[in-house]
């Protein structure tokens, strides 16, 4: 997949520090919320999650945390490549499941 996905991130200028916690606590819920917020609006959260789960990245890409994406590739038949199909069907299924974005977050 080609890198260009990224010009049209809507997190562009946003403080990304914030997609980054070391832990996520009621005490920095505020600032997840507002990057899942952010990611909501987003017209490539799909491909961000999929560079996410391809590359096992840190942090919150793609309307995921870290540990929903462990979560959700530990229990997917592994011998089959990810595809970017999947990857938005794993938000759809968060959000069907109210698992996203406020529910359980910091659970995740």
Known sequence: M???WHKNAACIGANTESFFPLVIKKKNLPQVISCFDLCESCSVSDKCLYQ????KEYGIWGRTTERMRKVFLKERDST????????????QYL??????????????
């Open 80 to 91: 089959q490549e990810l595809t970017l199909e999947e990857c938005a069907s794993l938000i």
């Open 95 to 108: 959000k069907d499941n109210e698992i996203y974005p406020y529910k359980g977050i910091v659970n995740f």
């Open 2 to 4: 080609k890198d260009d």
């Open 52 to 55: 996410a789960c391809i590359n």
